[in-house]
């Protein structure tokens, strides 16, 4: 059977990249993800726009076999985790909860990100840990976006920690034919890398990596690291 | 005419007296019409005396109803008693005349037309425009005191459907015209015009709906489309008896290349055009792209540098700003000539302009008549029009569209069949402008002939859609647009009836788009529906200057200066309009002509030299022959086919045969097609023969072959763009509403998705699969051509040399592979080589490098 993860290592640590857009971290049986944005289908549906809920159970399943696939114990939200606070966007919540309650002793931890205010309740419910600024586990400091990975940090953390980030929704266009077929990636700069982005009904952001970053596409469940010299036309 | 007419009447002749004119008579006919409560569809060529044949029964019936005001009136008399009587009047206007048209420069244009008659009769009407552009003050005080005629879009009817006063407003409407029904009724737009005008008849029965409309091919049918189902009376299709004179010529050039293919004769001819510009007054030069558009304004130029300051460009992509002006300027007899696209069909007739010119072919002769019909206005001066081939073989459509007119043949229009995204929209705004009980809107919608077939399973769908997101009750939690209270359908949520109201307001084509620098000033504002077809990294000009578009956000296309000189080579495609069907068939029949040594016309003759080349090289086939031709050359082996079905049609046709052909051996193939035919090409030799005896031609399963050998994805999501926003799905962000409006951005490619995977039974992705095949496949043309192809007599040649025929496909073959100064080099060592086999020791001209410059940019 094909491998669909990449292991990678980064200043020394190993990080699995899983095709369902989640980082594990072995040595701390921990899983990273970024972008989430649960309720994100609500808000739409609160405007008037017919999103489908169905979504939402989609993702929490996922994330569900991975857990139990990877036998993590805890679950990073590197920020977005919902997507409002708007009033009456919380068709959501029950299905939360229902989740939560199948994972129970999992330890949760939420890098808060832009998205996130307003919901207080609701993380308090989910015994969810929240984090205003960044988080510092060496060899990485986790944030939600780079702003906040240098709030909270000595002036020279980073030169001694990698910092880990969502919040751009990263994806990479290849140029097939006159089209560019574009694909959510993790991207890896030489200070700080970032999460694709988790959630269904996300967009993404095309992003223009250095030809030193190391960036790593996911298609069709398969995590692929990307030659750089297929994004030249 | 009823004797009650018979005052208001004579005194509108007194006006045409005193005018020195005299009323056409179909303007009379349509007065005596009108008068007598009927509805129709006033057609003509050009815009001359419609307007007036309409307006003009609304005015009698008015002062046949103000006998005291016919009394004291003189037409021309002096402003103070007009004033005095609107004063006096003011509390009792009421709306009368409803004036619906597709463009909100037209509306500017009907307004001035329409007060200018007003002023000389003495008609106390208040005339005025509620399009987007209408501030929100005039649109208070328009609701507090409604003008006698207003002037709107399509779009802004369904917005004044929204509000509940609307029956009160409307008490005493008396008549809604559609002007440029023609214009209106092959897309979207036009089903929203019917479904407004049902809503319209409900409320008043008695109201008239007449149509304007340039010639069609189906004019029973466009009448019938604009009056639904509903009214008494048939209606009456009334012709414009203006014996318009046409004059249709072409430049022939003096060498006329045996191989030709798109785009080679280039701006060859421009001193040519330039004489004919100098020669008359004032000149349109249409192109079929906003590139030639360009590039033929920089030709005439430099031919013509005196003309600089009265020659013009005007297309979709300039700033709007600029297009006004030049359109001022062309009225004004200011302008010498303009070089224009489509941006210039529609509109008010300008009186100066003399004289037309087409680059490259009109693929439909409806386009040529209207085009040629933007000149000679003046009385007894004929419609001129000067065709200017871009390659040789256009030269044949020219003389195929002759033949067409001669024959009567003008393409129709047909109307769409019930899009249910439009439906949906409609649904939203009558629960917003008052409620609806189901039964009731279902019977009313089924009047209008776009959904007269719409099933109780699709309407209960669209009730679904807009009460609960779909079918499903649990699939979209705390969703509701509309709201079931007391057996009516009714918006309850105010945020949503305002979301719903902005966003009809964008769904109008000519959206402007700001365009603005990265880092810098803002450049003009564009067409939206020119900006949404340029994908991100892709260069385009505005004003003289290439940009490269690097993302729209917000209704603002930012740009930045493009690096270099654009790699793109100019496309001398014709745009996306295929040849039309009419056409295509006096091509076959000119072939034909052709093949049994009858060449009647000077293009015909002229291309001589060329098609007996063809003849002796391969064949020229009758109207009951199709023609093949087999080929191998380094780049492999060609199968040329040449349906003449139009480009749509045979892209559909050639991706259905490669599939056919590789269920019977592993083999791909790549393809280029034309309006023309088709060439695929493999390393292996097709098996063609035995896909013949395979029902290589069988009709059935054709849409799921054809989508199956395309990207269907690709394509059903590029259609559905359009569906998520006229069902309301794509919030398109505005001023002041910007902060609540990012949290619900989200592009149409998301929903597509999202719905395919999770509501796989929704109607809106089943419309994007149906428009998809009639729209960008033309799938009921491709079924007509694999028909035709199954009873004619194949005719098969081996080539041993490329035929002047395949010439262009072989060469549009070789475009994505080659960068555009390659492509000349080894297209005109191709020439040479067939030239000299052809028997004439020619070579190419020497202006062949002046040539190479024209065509890069």
């Known amino acids: ?233 | 005419m009823g004797d009650s007419y018979a005052p208001a009447t004579r005194y509108l002749a007194s006006w045409f007296r005193q005018l020195g004119r005299k009323p056409f008579p179909f303007q009379k006919e349509t007065w005596a019409t009108y008068l007598r409560g009927e509805s129709g569809l006033v057609h003509s060529p050009t815009g001359t005396g419609k307007t007036l044949a309409v307006f003009l029964g609304a005015v009698v019936e008015w002062l046949a109803e103000h006998p005291e005001w016919l009394k004291t009136a003189k037409p021309q008399a002096e402003l103070p008693a007009i004033e005095k009587f609107k004063r006096g009047k003011q509390r009792e206007s009421r709306l009368r005349v409803l004036w619906i048209t597709p463009l909100r420069a037209l509306a500017t244009d009907t307004e001035v037309n329409l007060n200018a008659a007003l002023r000389q009769l003495q008609i106390p009407w208040l005339v005025e425009k509620r399009t987007g552009d209408t501030s929100s003050s005039i649109r208070q005080k328009q609701r507090a005191r409604y003008p006698e005629v207003l002037i709107t879009t399509p779009e802004s009817l369904s917005l004044m459907l929204c509000n509940e006063d609307l029956p009160e407003k409307i008490s005493d409407l008396r008549c809604v015209v559609v002007d440029e029904w023609h214009e209106l009724l092959g897309n979207k737009r036009g089903v929203q015009t019917e479904l407004g005008l049902a809503r319209l008849h409900t409320l008043r029965p008695e109201l008239r709906v007449w149509g304007l409309s340039a010639t069609l091919g189906n004019l029973e049918e466009a009448l019938s489309t604009l009056l639904g189902s509903d009214s008494d009376h048939p209606g009456s299709l009334i012709a414009s008896d203006l014996k318009k004179k046409y004059v249709i010529e072409s430049l022939i050039p003096a060498e006329i290349e045996r191989f030709p293919w798109a785009g080679h004769l280039g701006t060859r001819l421009a001193p040519e055009v330039a004489e004919i510009v100098s020669a008359a007054r004032s000149t349109l030069v249409f192109t079929n792209t906003r590139s030639q558009c360009e590039i033929w304004y920089q030709a005439l130029l430099k031919v013509m540098p005196e003309l600089s300051g009265r020659m013009a460009v005007h297309h979709g992509s300039l700033d709007i700003e600029l297009r006004r002006w030049v359109e001022n300027e062309l009225r004004e007899g200011r302008m010498k000539c303009c070089v224009c696209t489509s941006s210039l069909d529609l509109g008010v007739d300008f009186s100066e302009v003399d004289s037309v010119v087409q680059i490259g072919s009109p693929k439909g002769n409806a386009r040529l008549l209207q085009r040629a019909g933007r000149s000679g206005h003046q009385p007894r001066v004929p419609s001129r029009i000067t065709f200017v081939p871009t390659n040789a073989l256009e030269l044949m459509e020219l003389a195929a569209v002759r033949d067409a007119l001669l024959a009567h043949k003008i393409e129709s229009r047909r109307p769409l069949r019930k899009p249910l995204d439009v439906l949906a929209q409609h649904v939203v705004t009558v629960a917003l402008g008052g409620g609806f009980r189901p039964r009731e809107l279902f019977d009313e919608v089924r009047t209008t002939a776009a959904y007269r077939d719409l099933s109780e399973l699709e309407w209960q769908w669209v009730l679904d859609f807009a009460r609960q997101g779909g079918s499903s009750l649990k699939a979209y939690p705390d969703f509701h647009r509309i709201e079931f209270v007391e057996g009516v359908y009714r918006v309850t949520n105010e945020r949503i009836g305002r979301f719903h109201r902005l966003s009809i307001g964008t769904i109008v084509s000519d959206v402007a788009v700001q365009v603005k620098y990265l880092k810098g000033p803002k450049l003009g504002t564009v067409e939206e529906s020119f900006i949404s077809k340029v994908q991100p990294g892709e260069n385009f000009m505005l004003g003289g200057k290439l940009l490269e578009l690097v993302r729209i956000h917000d209704n603002t296309a930012w740009v930045r200066r493009a690096k270099g000189v654009s790699k793109a080579i100019p496309r001398w495609l014709g745009g996306r309009i295929p040849l039309s069907g009419e056409l295509s068939q006096a091509m076959r029949e000119k072939l034909a002509e052709a093949g049994a040594g009858k060449f009647a016309s000077p293009e015909m003759r002229s291309l001589e030299p060329l098609l007996e080349l063809q003849q002796s090289w391969s064949a020229l086939p009758n109207t009951n022959q199709v023609l093949v031709e087999r080929f191998k050359n380094r780049d492999g082996h060609h199968l040329f086919l040449y349906p003449f079905a139009g480009r749509l049609a045979h892209e559909g046709l050639a991706s259905l045969l490669a599939l056919r052909m590789s269920r019977l051996a592993p083999i791909t193939f790549s393809m280029a097609m034309n309006d023309y035919g088709l060439v695929l090409v493999s390393r292996e030799p097709a098996p063609f023969d035995e896909a013949l005896t395979h029902d290589l031609w069988n009709t059935e399963r054709v849409a799921d072959d054809v989508l199956a050998s395309l990207n269907a994805t690709e394509l059903c999501k590029r259609q559905f763009r359009e569906i998520a926003r006229v069902a309301g799905l794509i919030f398109q962000g505005y001023p002041g509403v910007r902060k609540t409006g990012r949290q619900v951005q989200a592009s149409s490619n998301l929903f597509y998705d999202v719905f395919t995977e999770y509501d796989p039974q929704n109607m809106l992705l089943r419309q994007a699969r149906r428009e998809v095949l009639e729209q960008q496949l033309e799938y009921t043309r491709l079924v007509e051509a694999l028909k035709r192809i199954a009873k004619c007599e194949l005719l098969i040649r081996q080539l041993a040399k490329p035929s002047p025929l395949s010439f262009p496909l072989l060469v549009d073959g070789m475009r994505d592979r080659l960068t555009s100064e390659k492509l000349w080099e080894r297209v005109k060592k191709m020439q040479e080589q067939l030239e000299k086999a052809a028997g004439n020791d020619r070579g190419l001209e020497p202006t062949a490098s002046k040539k190479l410059e024209l065509n890069k940019h």
């Open chain 1, 1 to 233: 059977m094909v491998d669909q993860t990449q292991e990678i290592s980064i200043r020394g640590e190993k990080l699995r990249l899983l095709p369902e857009k989640l980082i594990e971290w072995p040595a701390r049986r921990s899983l990273l993800v970024a972008d989430t944005h649960f309720g994100k289908a609500a808000t739409f549906r609160n405007f008037g726009i017919p999103v489908p809920e169905e979504t939402t159970h989609a993702m929490l399943d996922r994330l569900s076999h991975v857990i139990e696939r990877t036998s993590a114990v805890r679950l990073i939200l590197l920020g977005d985790f919902v997507h409002s606070s708007l009033k009456g966007t919380t068709s959501f919540e029950p299905s939360l909860l229902e989740w939560r309650a199948k994972h129970r002793d999992l330890e949760i931890v939420l890098l808060r990100g832009n998205h996130d205010r307003g919901r207080a309740d609701l993380f308090e419910k989910l015994g969810i840990r929240v984090v205003a600024d960044s988080l510092t586990e060496a060899p990485f400091v986790l944030a939600h976006d780079t702003a906040t990975l240098t709030r909270g940090v000595q002036p020279l953390g980073l030169e001694l920690h990698y910092g880990l980030v969502g919040h751009i929704h990263p994806q990479i266009a290849l140029p097939e034919g006159k089209k560019k077929l574009k694909l959510p990636c993790f991207w890896f700069g030489s200070d700080y890398g970032v999460l694709p982005a988790y959630g269904d009904f996300t967009g993404c952001a095309t992003v223009k990596p250095e030809e030193t970053d190391n960036v790593f596409v996911v298609a069709e469940g398969v995590v692929l690291k990307l030659d750089q010299r297929m994004l030249a036309t």
